[in-house]
């Protein structure tokens, strides 16, 4: 079965500074690699996503992600974060479930606070 | 515009009532889910359905039910054998490969 392990509970970060959050997964195949952003109270929002071809992502908000099949990782970065970053994030593996819709296995989530 | 809208967004229910949350989406998407999410958990599959009048258990099936009559519906009830149902649910849809789309969620308390 596959699983999804994000370190970090809690990050903070001063706004204008990089960002990295750590995602490790693991499964038996090839990865389907997502990350995921939820503001207090609200549904999740797909940032990115990683399903074959080149392992540096990007996706919306200026994140990119990049897919390390050796360290079975998928790191999320963000070279300059803003106030409105401040969020909690869940990166997700993917496996397929018989047809074109596949199951998501959520990591527990990172919180980002970001201070003035 | 297109989307997934869940109601109530808050709901409260004494213990031992059965409670249903709505779930529906105009995104034309063939399958659905529904997930719950508690503090620090991130978010753990209740149940899923690909396709009408078809469904599956996910990891956390206990004490919940579900149907879909509808490609548009997807209702999950929180039944009296749910042990601890307060928690924030949350209902998602997708076509194709895993790009699921989030609704924003229902907060569910039992008092």
């Known amino acids: 079965a596959q699983s999804v392990t994000q370190p970090d509970i809690h990050i903070t970060v001063s706004e204008g500074a990089s960002l990295e959050l750590r995602c490790n997964y693991s499964?038996?195949?090839?990865?389907?690699l997502f990350w995921y952003v939820q503001s207090p109270g609200q549904g999740l929002q797909l940032l990115l996503k990683y399903f074959s071809g080149d392992t540096l992502v990007q996706g919306i908000k200026g994140f990119e992600a990049e897919f390390k099949r050796s360290q079975s990782s998928f790191n999320l970065r963000k070279p300059s974060v803003h106030w409105s970053d401040a969020a909690e994030y869940f990166c997700?593996?993917?496996?397929?479930?018989?047809?074109?819709?596949?199951?998501?296995?959520f990591g527990k989530g990172t919180l980002l606070t970001v201070n003035p | 515009d297109g989307g997934i809208t869940q109601s109530p967004k808050y709901l409260f229910r004494k213990e031992g009532q059965n409670v249903t949350l709505s779930c529906e989406q105009n995104l034309n998407h063939d399958a659905m889910y529904w997930y719950r999410q508690d503090p620090g958990q991130g978010l753990r599959l209740i149940y899923y359905?690909?396709?009408?009048?078809?469904?599956q258990k996910g990891d956390i099936a206990e004490g919940y039910s579900v149907s879909r009559e509808k490609k548009e519906s997807f209702p999950l009830t929180v039944t009296s054998a749910q042990k601890n149902p307060t928690a924030f649910y949350l209902c998602?849809?997708?076509?194709?490969?895993?790009?699921?789309?989030f609704g924003p969620g229902t907060r569910l308390t039992v008092l």
């Open positions: 499964y038996g195949a090839t990865p389907y």
């Open positions: 997700a593996v993917g496996a397929e479930r018989g047809g074109s819709n596949y199951k998501l296995t």
């Open positions: 359905s690909q396709i009408v009048n078809d469904f």
């Open positions: 998602a849809s997708s076509i194709g490969r895993g790009d699921q789309f």
